[in-house]
C-alpha cells in the first residue's frame, strides 16, 4: 500500500524523481467512449480499465496509475450517438508519446490496462516498439480475454459486447449508472462481425445489432460484476509484482 496517493497526476515531481526506476510499474489505463447498449454508459470501456488499474496500483507498493486515455479506436461504433474515436495511427502514436514520456524519466515498466477491443493491436504495436527499439518492458492487460474468470463467473465461454459480462462488470462499479429498467426486450447478436458461410467479415457495429449489444444478456448481476472484479485485480496484481521484480 502506498502511502502517498498512487495516482501519477496527484503526485509532484518531486515524488516522482525518488522513484526507483528499475522496480517502478505504470499502469496506463486506456479505453474507448463508445455505445455499450441501451442499459450502459458510454464510458463502460475506460471506466472498467481505470478502475481495476486504480485499485491495483492501491495494493502495490510501487505501482503507479496513469491518467486515463477515454476514447480510442472506435469508428465502426459510430453510427450510434455519443460515440467517440480517434483513427488507429492517432491513437498508437498517443499511446507511443505517453510511454516515450516514461522511458525519457528514466523508467523502463508500463502495463497498458486495456478496456477496448479495437485498441488491443495499436496497443501491442506501441509497446513492442518500445521493448524493441527501447529495451523497455512493456505490457498488455486486457481483463475481458481471461476466459478462465470470463467462464467461472457469468458461465459464458467468451465476453462480446455490452452483455452479461462487460454489464454486470461496468455496473458494479457505478451503479448509480445502471439501467436495469431498460434491459427488457434487447436484442442482441451471436457474433461480433458478419459471416459469410464460414468466412468472418469485420463489420461496423450497426451492421450486427440494432441495439449495439452482442452476447447475451442472461444472468446480469452487480453481484458477479463483483466476484469478476476481485480476481481481475488479484490478477493484475500479481502481474504487476512479477513485472516489479523482474531485471534485464
Ligand atoms: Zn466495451
Known sequence: ??????????????????????????????????????????????????????????????????????????????????????????????????????????????????????????????????????????????????SEIISSVFNVPSAIHADVVETSTVWAIRPDLAKEERLAGLTSADVWGRLIGSLYIPSRADQITETGIAGTLEGISIDKGNQALEKIIKKLVKAIEDLSSYSK
Not at 17 to 31: M, N
Not at 129 to 134: K, Q, S, T
Open 1 to 146: 500500500m502506498n502511502s502517498d496517493s498512487s495516482l501519477l497526476h496527484e503526485l509532484s515531481w518531486t515524488d516522482i524523481e525518488r522513484l526507483d526506476k528499475k522496480t517502478t510499474v505504470f499502469l496506463f489505463p486506456v479505453g474507448s467512449t463508445e455505445q455499450h447498449g441501451p442499459q450502459n454508459p458510454l464510458g463502460t470501456d475506460f471506466l472498467i480499465a481505470e478502475h481495476v488499474a486504480r485499485k491495483s496500483a492501491e495494493l502495490v507498493e510501487n505501482a503507479y496509475c496513469l491518467p486515463t486515455l477515454p476514447v480510442g479506436v472506435a469508428p465502426h461504433h459510430r453510427n450510434f450517438p455519443g460515440t467517440l474515436w480517434t483513427s488507429r495511427s492517432t491513437f498508437e502514436t498517443l499511446v507511443k508519446d505517453v510511454i516515450h514520456s516514461i522511458h525519457y524519466h528514466g523508467f523502463e515498466k508500463v502495463i497498458v490496462v486495456n478496456g477496448h477491443g479495437g485498441n488491443s493491436s495499436s496497443v501491442l504495436n506501441a509497446i513492442t516498439d518500445y521493448n524493441d527499439i527501447h529495451d523497455m518492458v512493456c505490457s498488455m492487460f486486457e481483463w475481458w480475454r481471461d
